[in-house]
């Protein structure tokens, strides 16, 4: 039976279970109770991580929608959104690793943008074109970027207890 010393142990653990050695596990059957802990607490956060992506959205979205707030608030939020997705996709990659992937992907599809084929022109003159690929270049959009996955991994240490690298 697993204990609920054992399941704290488990949500302290920072790799994945599956890596964990046998011959700590105190009989052979607690390996496989902490293979399925470590499938629970994957979905929990995975659970976790898809509700901060739908949420960022509609802020993001909302955004754009009141003309008081400045633009640059969308560009923080949707570098937000984009650090999500990847601490979704990679879940038990470290912090560092999808820091620098949502950088990577926010400043490709900015510098994107100096791209002017006609064919992706019309596809920025779309709302999923605008939304996405956005419609010009700004230096100033790396800086919001920047700041956006900033505040990801700052929510995300609120969240996680202050241990982003848990899973």
């Known amino acids: 039976m697993l204990t609920s010393k054992w399941l704290w142990k488990l ?9 964990l050695n046998i011959s700590k596990a105190p009989g052979g059957c607690l390996f ?16 976790t991580y898809f509700i901060l992506i739908i949420t960022t959205i509609i802020l993001g979205l909302l955004s754009r929608h009141f003309k008081f707030l400045p633009l640059f608030i969308g560009d923080i939020l949707w570098a937000t ?8 996709l990679f879940i038990v990659k ?11 992907f926010c400043f490709a599809i900015e510098f994107s943008q100096l791209y ?3 064919w992706i022109n ?12 956005g419609e010009g270049f700004l230096w100033s959009d790396l800086l919001c970027y920047v700041i ?7 929510l995300e240490k609120i969240l996680f207890n202050h ?3 848990r899973h």
């Open 163 to 165: 241990q982003p690298d």
């Open 122 to 133: 019309e596809l920025r003159h779309t709302l999923f074109g605008r939304l996405v690929l």
């Open 32 to 47: 496989c109770c902490i293979y399925l802990a470590d499938i629970y607490f994957m979905a929990k956060t995975r659970i």
């Open 11 to 19: 949500k302290k653990h920072k790799q994945p279970f599956i890596k």
């Open 148 to 154: 956006g996955v900033g505040i990801g991994v700052g």
């Open 81 to 88: 959104m984009v650090y999500f997705i990847m601490r979704f």
């Open 94 to 104: 470290p912090v560092k690793f999808n820091v620098i992937a949502a950088l990577i």
């Open 116 to 118: 002017k084929a006609p």
